[in-house]
């Protein structure tokens, strides 16, 4: 069970410049997209790094939800260069792509797939040093900074899938709460959702003494572990605070109580699951995101057709909770008296469809679209989406309850209509 | 806010001989107590080396509450051969001894009062790199498997000091419940009021965002920098777990659900005061611990006058918390009604009484010595400690309350008597 490093606090990302210099950083590499880089985060961190003398170089092409050609390009751009450190100011994406940036920079052999995860890749040990990363998240959603994770579409599979490993964990997250101010209305959403989930599914993942197989050897254990006493604290809590702020965080931009909260919920949870893992909602989510067809969500300026992350992990969350409940009902029970319901006179047995039902108000209140055929998806893509769900086994298997092809049909057929 | 690797489960001791093997380990020092090194956790550790052929040398000389003298001895001991891995199986005195030990053999120009806290030190930051150590406590108390810190009775000024930094931080530890089994009754009682009282302790420390000076320059930030929104889950979590099993730890050795959670809550209650730092409780057991006469502790096998650290953290608690409570009523309150306390009806100015009543009958239910007259000392004696407190500014400062010299001698002479 490992943490992390995290600064917390209104304005910390003023700092950095001190810090790259503390740190003797003679060239930086500062990872950022399009959009953001002519944003207050990117500002500051540039206004800082003049400040204090830091020579860097702007790679400014991250894509928003990344793929392997992106994270080439990423890798491309830091390979030809020599960095000392890594600083990457963004949401998820930008965090990813800098965290494959840095590794692969770092192991020039390598090619594409040694470390991606196996089946998919070869998912081979890294072995070398990595060269230090500061990561600014701007988002309060996937807690990248507090993991050793990196997603992306892998477009020839239209599957999400990733890299994971202890090695490629920020040195430091800078979390300032005043960068979420930026977020539009439907990005705090879903970033936020990203945060409901990463609690529900680490809190009501596989106990970390009940995983198969169970190497002997501490090398070859996974990062997602299964649920465990400092993983539960971590869920729980960013669970509670979830419940009280993201209404408010979403609806007023400018409730700052409200979106830092949800900021640090983002790093508690990110600290939870990126020991005790998620489960179904994130395994399914990856062909959700990957075989988009034409839908584009609001609030998000790209040139592309997305499923924001957190949404297609919310989407399958009510038939995803109801079905797992039978296994630990004490705990699906208390996250939905979390997320308001009255649970005082609930049998244990009605615990997966009271969470159910709690999820679909919850999301109704918060304007979510109504299910997967809101954004393009009918009964006859639910093979496909079953079939890109097989592989992400690194996630899939530690839910609670074992899951046959055909049980993730029926929560992709459930998951249509949510209301 | 930077937290700590722990492997925790039963039997995981077993596992340390592959760990080495897998850290490519050539000459390790292990580290641990004459008490202890035939002891179950000590021949577990040894039978796992033997099994993977892991090359090492036993130091079983560390002092139970260390010394400036017994610090050197360690340190002597490991400059004068070049392991490449420290293992320290032991309470608090044996994790802090091999933590200076590795520092000072990985600076061999260092003299021993370089990194010693300012003003009785030197306080230098520290530059080199030291060798991994993993951590595998055997009591419930100091949580120093999780922390930067490392502390001795500095003989000539009869009072505590110690050595914080960061890179003395263990690189591993591992909690293994089954060693809590080995604790004497008084052992489990103290190293559970350290746990207590480091609860306490950070969960009412001065807030981050009010300690002063506030450096710029964050490499100039203390490792104990005030109560913070990660610190007070752990805080909080770790005193509702000592609420709830502290007690039948104590009294049944073979209860192994007491024991082993009182050991996870040391971990937790470590994390969340090597953060935000402890304050009046410790600073003034070190000139308790310190001056100690002719007081021999139960239970404590030792050639020499000692109050175990736990106990003479816990004696002035009731004393300190009812001067702390008009700082932040709402906290001592909560930590009242989490020890059982019926906060229903009491108003915020009687905060402070109210937890230092519910302290007074957790410490006596406990059959803890009657204060300070107990363990030696009289009303003559309360100058001395006084002057001992003044010197430990890294820790009293972060009491949310400021305090004179009055004050400190009203809060000893207060807790001469408990009952």
Known sequence: MASSNIRYGEGVTREI???????????????????????????????????????????????????????????????????????????????????????????????????????IGKGKPVTGVLKPLIAVPTTAGTGSETTGV?????????????????????????????????????????????????????????????????????????AYQGSNPISDVWSRHALNVVAKY????????????????????????????????????????????????TYRAKGYNVDHPVVPHGLSVVLTSPAVFNFTAPMCPERHLEAAEILGADVSRVKREDAGPLLADTLRQFLYDLQVENGLSAVGYTKDDVPDLVKGTIPQERVTKLSPREHTEEDLTHLFEASLKLY
């Open 17 to 119: 410049g001190m810090d790259l210099q503390n740190m003797g950083a003679r060239n930086v590499c500062l990872m950022t997209d399009r959009n953001l880089s002519v944003l207050p985060p990117v500002k500051t961190v540039l206004e800082s790094l003049a400040q204090h003398g830091v020579n860097h170089k702007v790679y400014d092409e991250v894509r928003v939800e990344p793929t392997d050609a992106s994270f080439k390009e990423a890798i491309a751009f830091a390979r030809k260069d020599s960095f000392d450190v890594y600083v990457a100011v963004g949401g998820g994406s930008v965090i990813d792509t800098c965290k494959a940036a840095n590794l692969y920079a770092s192991h020039p052999e390598a090619e594409f797939l040694d470390f991606v995860n196996a089946p």
């Open 246 to 293: 993201i209404k408010r965080a979403v609806r007023d931009p400018e409730d700052l109580e409200a979106r830092s909260s949800m900021h640090l919920a983002s790093v508690f949870a990110g600290i939870g699951f990126g020991n005790a893992g998620v489960h179904l909602c994130h395994g399914m989510s990856y062909p959700i995101a990957g075989n988009v067809k």
């Open 150 to 222: 990196a997603i992306f579409d892998f477009e020839e599979l239209k599957a999400k899938t990733g890299i994971a490993s202890r090695a490629i964990k920020p040195t430091l997250g800078m979390v300032d709460p005043l960068h979420t101010l930026h977020m539009p209305e439907r990005v705090a959403a879903n970033s936020g959702f990203d945060v409901l989930c990463h609690s529900l599914e680490s809190y009501t993942a596989l106990p970390y003494n009940m995983r198969k197989p169970c190497p002997p050897n501490p090398i070859n254990r996974p």
